[in-house]
Every structure is written in structure tokens, then in C-alpha cells.
């Protein structure tokens, strides 16, 4: 089984809906992060959290909200989506060590169509 | 401020080439940690190799090769007699100890093996 899953793996939704999407984690790492990756940018971080009780808005977080329901659970919502939000989310998962070494790994992504 | 680049967009290249595939970073930190990751076209990303910025021992794993230079601020990747399953989008990123809590991914490169 995955050790990083995201549900849904694909969606199509209109603009003005509210989506979320999901990412849970087996890895038992304290951090989670959620990232989007459009093509020819690479991937941009939306939001990261280090543990529970510990959200971090990263480079992109405009029209974006997340929710760390447990260490395992960490969500996405758009909460009124537009189509410039149409691009591949992922979301990854590491465990502290050294300060900036982490090593992330990621879940198969959610691609994220907005009509 | 953190920055990685990657010039090279897409690459095309004939099975059993060798290629390489540059990455420069920019940085103010001292300690800091360097990643590549694969992404076939399945759509994953796949963890390959982290180095820190102590260490500038080239590595080698199979058929793929490391080549960290701190003076140049350069993480060059090369595979050797490539294959058809290498064909993927390649992302170099960077870590900073110091000054930054996350990765900051360069563009990628489209990497396309031909039979």
C-alpha cells in the first residue's frame, strides 16, 4: 500500500464551488505539505505544517485553506474555486532531522480541472 | 533569497546516450541540502538522491551519477547509457538550514528517450 495517499485522484468541478481534497499518510511523519505544479513552474508550495497544532502559509496560499485533522490527515479545501486553480496538487509528507534536511516524499497527486 | 534553476527545458536523446542534466542553485545559508526527483509520466514524484552541502563526494547509484560543485553552486545529474523508462521530468531543489523552512524546486527538465 501507499504510504502517501490523495483522494481524489481526479476532478472536474465548476467555478464558485467549494472542493477538497485529501491527503492522509502510514509514514508517521510529523510534517505534511501541500503543493500545486502547473506546467513549466515546477511545484509551488500552497501550505506546510510541522505538526497539529502548526500551520504555515507558503508562496501560494491565496484562495486556499487546510486543515490538519490528525498527524496522518492533512486536507486542501478551495473554498470557491476558480479556473486558474486547474493545475496538479500534491501533497508530500517528511520527517524532521536536521534543520533543512528533510527529505520529502510525495503522494501520487490529485489533478484538479476547474470549469 | 533561495533560487534553483534548470536551463535545459526539455531534452531529447537516442537510447544507450549518456545525458546530463544541470541544475544551479543560488543561496545565502552555509549548510544546505540539494534533491532530484523523477517524475515519469505516470505523474508521481519519485525521491532519487539528497546531498548536503558538506559533502561534495560525487555518487553514483547504477546508472545514475551526482556531481555536486559548490564552486559553481552546480548539482549535475547524468545518466549513463539511458533507456526508455528513463524518459520523465527531472526537478532539482534546494533546503536551507538557516534561512528557509522548505524546498524550492527549479522548472524541471523533460527528459525524452528515444528507441
Known amino acids: 500500500d501507499a504510504d502517501v495517499t490523495q483522494t481524489p485522484r481526479n476532478r472536474i468541478t465548476k467555478t464558485g464551488k467549494r472542493i477538497m481534497l485529501e491527503c492522509s499518510q502510514t509514514?508517521?511523519?510529523?510534517?505534511m505539505y501541500w503543493y500545486r505544479q502547473d506546467p513549466g513552474l515546477g511545484l509551488q508550495l500552497i501550505y506546510y505544517s510541522f505538526d497539529v497544532k502548526d500551520i504555515n502559509k507558503g508562496e501560494i496560499s491565496d484562495g486556499y485553506s487546510v486543515s490538519r485533522q490528525a498527524q496522518a490527515k492533512f486536507s486542501l479545501s478551495l473554498e470557491s474555486a476558480i479556473p486558474n486553480q486547474t493545475a496538479l496538487y500534491f501533497c508530500?509528507?517528511?520527517?524532521?532531522?536536521?534543520?533543512?534536511?528533510?527529505?520529502?516524499?510525495f503522494g501520487p497527486g490529485t489533478r484538479l480541472t476547474v470549469l | 533569497a533561495q533560487k534553483v534553476t534548470q536551463a535545459q527545458t526539455e531534452i531529447s536523446v537516442v537510447e544507450k546516450e549518456d545525458v546530463t542534466l544541470d541544475c544551479v542553485y543560488e543561496?545565502?545559508?552555509?549548510?544546505?541540502?540539494l534533491f532530484w526527483y523523477k517524475q515519469p509520466p505516470s505523474g508521481e514524484l519519485v525521491f532519487l538522491i539528497r546531498?548536503?552541502?558538506?559533502?561534495?563526494q560525487n555518487e553514483i547509484s547504477g546508472r545514475y551519477s551526482w556531481n555536486f560543485q559548490k564552486s559553481t553552486s552546480s548539482f549535475n545529474f547524468t545518466i549513463t547509457a539511458s533507456q526508455v523508462v528513463d524518459s520523465a521530468v527531472y526537478f532539482c531543489?534546494?533546503?536551507?538550514?538557516?534561512?528557509?523552512?522548505?524546498?524550492?524546486f527549479g522548472p524541471g527538465t523533460r527528459l525524452s528517450v528515444l528507441p
Open positions: 509514514k508517521g511523519h510529523d510534517r
Open positions: 508530500a509528507t517528511s520527517d524532521p532531522g536536521l534543520a533543512g534536511s528533510d527529505t520529502q516524499y
Open positions: 531543489a534546494l533546503s536551507e538550514a538557516n534561512y528557509g523552512q522548505n524546498f524550492v
Open positions: 543561496t545565502r545559508d552555509t549548510t544546505y541540502y
Open positions: 546531498r548536503n552541502s558538506f559533502d561534495e
